[in-house]
């Protein structure tokens, strides 16, 4: 009976450790970027790879900051999950898209079930007071720094800071 008991512990430790990530700071999120920019989703379509579901959204790029052609004025980027005619996978935590959002956006580049620097971190929407991040959290200025938390900047204003922090690279 200990040992199952044992078992069962170690069981769900490793269960809840493989559903956690680590929370990010906005330096964090910088320096790991390796595609970055400010734009427009367009559309998203549900494709299957090998069976399994994967949402493909397309985006308008506004502002290229990091790894994307200053030439290229479109992206696309899958995410693992969506509903087709013979699929159906929802997966926890996943941004979702609506045509016609703007956004931030951090990712890696390379496809991962969400190609968003901290799974779902480097991702911020813009709103009337600022660019909101999937926790809640509202990109401010905190002296010369962007940070998570605040009172929210202008979008006009932190679009500004946020070109200022890719022009020194780090």
Do not use: C
Not at 54 to 69: A, I, M
């Amino acid at each position: 009976m200990r040992k199952l008991l044992i078992l069962l512990v170690v069981a769900a430790l490793t269960l809840v450790h493989a559903t956690t990530f680590e929370a990010l700071s906005f330096e964090d999120m910088l320096a790991k970027a390796e595609i970055a920019f400010y734009g427009t989703v367009t559309a998203t379509t549900v494709v299957e790879q090998d069976g399994e579901p994967w949402t493909q959204v397309s985006f308008e790029v506004l502002e290229p900051y990091r790894g994307v052609e200053e030439d290229s004025s479109s992206l696309e980027l899958l995410f693992y999950g969506g509903q087709s005619a013979t699929v159906n996978q929802q997966v926890s935590l996943m941004p979702s898209f609506t045509v016609g959002e703007k956004l931030i956006l951090f990712a890696y580049d390379a496809q991962y079930y969400s190609p968003i620097v901290g799974f779902n971190q480097g991702l911020w929407r813009e709103m009337e007071n600022g660019f909101r991040g999937e926790a809640g959290d509202l990109l401010s200025l905190e002296g010369e720094q962007l940070v998570l938390t605040g009172q929210g900047l202008s979008p006009e204003d932190l679009l500004t800071r946020m070109r200022q922090s890719f022009e020194v690279e780090p």
